[in-house]
C-alpha cells in the first residue's frame, strides 16, 4: 500500500500504536497508586467529608511549594476566585477587567456578584490577555484586573501589576492553569494580591474537585476563612473580627472535602515530576510542528517557564491554504487526537451580549481562535508517540499542502 496516502483516502494511518494503548498514553489525569491507597483508608474510617488536619496539610503544602505565606484549599477554583472577588470588594457599580479567552469561571463569580465584567483583547503572541488593552479599558469604576495564564504561558505579570498599582486597583490572579509555571524567579500564583487554582480532575494538579486560594496577605487569608467555612472562625483561623460571626457563619459553605484533600496532597507530590515529563514531551513535539513552518508555539521570555495544561498551538491555515477543519479531519482519520480549541470567547455568549457586550468587540482575540488548534500533551513517558504524531502531521501537510 502506498505509505504517503492519507489514511482519509484510504491510505495506511500514521498511528499505529493499538488506539486502546494510544489513548492510555494521552490519558490524563493519572493518579498514583498512592491516591487509591489514602482514598480508600479514608472511606474505611468514614472519613470523607471535612477534616481540617487534611485542608491544612495540602494549603500549607501549596503554599509551601509555591512560596507563599498563606493558602487555603476550597470547594472549587470557581469558589476561590468567588472568594476573592468578594474580599477585594468586587460587586454593583465596579467594573473589573479580564480575558474573553478563558473559562467562565474567571469571570462569572465577579457577575453574580454584580460587577461589569469588561473584556479585554488577548496577544496573539501569548494567548494571554494584552496588558495594553486592559490600559485601554480601566475606568474609574475598575477594581480589579484578572489575569489567566492561559495553558500555563505566564502573564506579563510586572506590566500588569504596574498599570494596577499606579491606579490603585488589585489583581487577582487565576492560575488555574499554570501549577508550577514561573515569572522571574517566582511561582505563578504568589505575584499578586490574591490568586485562585482549580484542582478539578483535568488540572495538572488534579484532585477531582476543589480550588486553592492563595495570599501573601493575612487579612485576605483570614477573610477567606471566614467565608468559607464556619468552623474556622469558631477554631480562631479567621481572625477576631469574624469571631461574633461563630455561630452561623456568613452564609457559605465552599470548604473541600476530606478525599478531594487527600488526593491533592499526594498529587502535590508528583506535581514537578509530570510537569517535567509533559514540558520535556511537549518541547518536542512542538519543535517539530514548528520545524513545519506552519505551526508557532508561545515561548516565554527569558527568565519565565511554563508549564502545559493543555498543548495549545497556532496553526498559520493562510500559509498552508488547508482550513483548520480540513487539517484536523485528516490527522483524526491518522489516528490523531486533534480539536478545535476549547474555550468559545466570553464577550459573544449570551449572558454578556443580553448585558450589553459588543460580540464583534474584540477582532484580535476572535481571529486568534480560528487558527489556535489542541494538540496532545504527551502525559506519558512514551516516545512512540510522539514519534508517531509527528510523522502523521508530516504526512498530512505533505499531501494537502500544495
Ligand atoms: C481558567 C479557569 N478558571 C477557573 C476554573 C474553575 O475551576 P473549577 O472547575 O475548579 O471550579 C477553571 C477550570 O476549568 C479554569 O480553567
Not at 63 to 84: H, M, N, Q, W
Not at 115 to 126: G, L, M, N, R
Not at 306 to 330: C, H, Q, S
Request: net charge neutral; with cysteine; charged share 25%.
Amino acid at each position: 500500500m502506498d505509505k504517503k496516502k492519507l489514511a482519509i483516502n484510504g491510505g495506511p494511518k500514521a498511528i499505529t500504536i493499538d488506539p486502546r494503548k494510544a489513548a492510555d498514553l494521552l490519558r490524563w489525569p493519572r493518579y498514583e497508586p498512592a491516591v487509591i491507597d489514602r482514598c480508600a483508608d479514608l472511606i474505611r474510617k468514614g472519613d470523607i467529608t471535612y477534616n481540617q488536619d487534611l485542608v491544612f496539610q495540602l494549603g500549607d503544602g501549596f503554599a509551601k511549594y509555591l512560596g507563599a505565606e498563606y493558602c487555603l484549599p476550597v470547594s472549587r477554583g470557581t469558589d476561590a476566585l468567588f472568594i476573592a472577588y468578594n474580599i477585594l470588594g468586587v460587586g454593583p457599580g465596579t467594573e473589573v477587567i479580564c480575558p474573553t479567552y478563558t473559562f467562565w469561571a474567571t469571570a462569572m463569580p465577579a457577575a453574580n456578584l454584580g460587577a461589569k465584567i469588561v473584556f479585554a483583547e488577548a496577544d496573539p503572541k501569548t494567548f494571554n490577555m494584552d496588558p495594553a488593552d486592559v490600559c485601554k479599558k480601566i475606568t474609574p469604576k475598575t477594581k480589579l484586573i484578572i489575569p489567566m495564564h492561559s495553558w500555563g504561558i505566564p502573564c506579563e505579570m510586572d506590566e500588569i501589576n504596574e498599570i494596577a498599582r499606579e491606579r490603585g486597583i488589585k489583581v487577582v490572579e487565576d492560575a488555574s492553569h499554570a501549577h508550577g509555571s514561573t515569572y522571574k524567579g517566582k511561582k505563578i500564583g504568589t505575584l499578586s494580591d490574591i490568586a485562585a487554582f482549580s484542582i478539578q480532575n483535568s488540572k495538572l494538579l488534579p484532585a477531582g474537585e476543589g480550588g486553592l486560594f492563595v495570599t501573601n496577605t493575612l487579612e485576605y487569608f483570614e477573610d477567606a476563612c471566614a467565608w468559607t467555612d464556619y468552623f474556622l472562625i469558631q477554631r480562631g483561623f479567621a481572625g477576631e473580627r469574624w469571631r461574633k460571626y461563630e455561630r452561623t457563619g456568613l452564609g457559605w459553605n465552599l470548604r473541600i472535602s476530606a478525599l478531594n484533600a487527600a488526593i491533592g496532597i499526594e498529587m502535590l507530590k508528583v506535581l514537578d515530576r509530570n510537569n517535567a515529563i509533559i514540558n520535556r514531551n511537549c518541547v518536542r513535539f512542538n519543535a517539530a510542528l514548528e520545524k513545519t513552518g506552519y505551526f508557532r508555539v508561545p515561548h516565554p521570555a527569558p527568565g519565565v517557564t511554563r508549564v502545559y495544561y493543555e498543548n495549545i498551538v497556532y496553526y498559520d491555515f493562510k500559509a498552508t491554504g488547508v482550513p483548520p477543519v480540513k487539517l484536523m479531519e485528516a490527522l483524526r482519520a491518522e489516528g490523531c487526537d486533534v480539536n478545535a480549541t476549547r474555550y468559545p470567547l466570553l464577550h459573544q455568549q449570551p449572558y454578556f451580549v443580553e448585558r450589553g457586550s459588543d460580540p464583534n468587540g474584540l477582532p484580535v482575540t476572535d481571529e486568534l481562535l480560528n487558527h489556535l488548534m489542541q494538540v496532545p500533551k504527551f502525559p506519558a513517558e512514551n516516545d512512540d508517540i510522539i514519534d508517531q504524531y509527528i510523522a502523521a502531521f508530516n504526512k498530512v501537510l505533505g499531501v494537502l499542502v500544495k
